[in-house]
């Protein structure tokens, strides 16, 4: 159910980049963590607390200033990019569930296998053979990838997913790093202050969650 969620999830992501601006969709997109916190508490009844939901909420206007997303945003396109957010809301809960009872490495294995017949099932109408840059490229992403996804589940295994998923938000400061490093794009004035507060709540949410559980340790000796 994990790996059809995610594949799913991926799928509406590639077809809100085809219908709608990419700022619109990266925006809804890491509303993500929101729904995480929210089918956590609902669900499974995960205290999420007033500073994890100050932490996500203020991450999550630090994206819409990063993004700057127009009225344009809300059209067919939202729709599908809407359904990943919450479809990769479930993901990051059930992979919290899931690592009470499984290793970080069965995780990978099983959502890595499942992943690829998922997406291997749409190749006889779809498959282009790549060429040798392509092909280089695509084996970078997947290791990259699996690596990614690794420590993202190990995430999981030592924090409630409502502590976890914020630290998505940081992924718009690597990617602005790594625009200027290889493409020279130049940061603009909201991309700055933007980050900045994406920074400040992974930051502070680091911070109380650190001071948290230095308050259990001396209860649980």
């Known amino acids: 159910m994990r ?19 990419l700022a619109g969709a990266i925006a809804i997109n890491f509303s993500a963590p929101l729904f995480t916190a929210l ?50 809301g479930s993901v990051t809960v059930g992979v ?4 009470t009872t ?13 992943l690829t017949a998922f997406f291997a099932l749409f190749l006889p109408w779809t498959w282009t053979w790549p060429t040798a840059t392509d092909a280089g490229w695509i084996l970078f992403n997947g290791v990259s990838n699996a690596v ?4 993202w589940t190990r995430a999981l295994h030592l924090a409630p997913a409502s ?17 200027f490093a290889i493409w020279g794009d130049l940061p603009t004035l909201s991309l700055v202050i933007g980050s900045a507060v994406v920074v400040a709540s992974g930051l502070f949410l680091f911070w109380h969650e650190s001071n948290a559980r230095q308050i259990k340790l001396p209860a649980a000796e």
């Open 3 to 21: 790996s059809v969620s995610q594949g799913c999830s991926q799928t509406f992501l590639l077809i809100a980049f085809s219908l709608m601006p």
């Open 163 to 179: 502590a976890v998923a914020p630290f998505n938000y940081l992924a718009l400061v690597w990617a602005s790093i790594l625009g």
């Open 148 to 151: 990614g996804q690794y420590w």
């Open 96 to 99: 919290r569930r899931m690592t």
């Open 39 to 88: 089918i956590s508490a609902l669900l499974f009844k995960e205290t999420v607390g007033p500073a994890r939901w100050l932490a996500l909420l203020v991450g999550f206007s630090g994206v819409l200033i990063v993004t700057n997303p127009g009225a344009g945003t809300f059209e067919i396109g939202a729709l599908f990019a809407l359904a990943n957010a919450v479809l990769f």
């Open 102 to 114: 499984e290793s970080a490495e069965t995780l990978i294995v099983y959502q890595l296998a499942l």
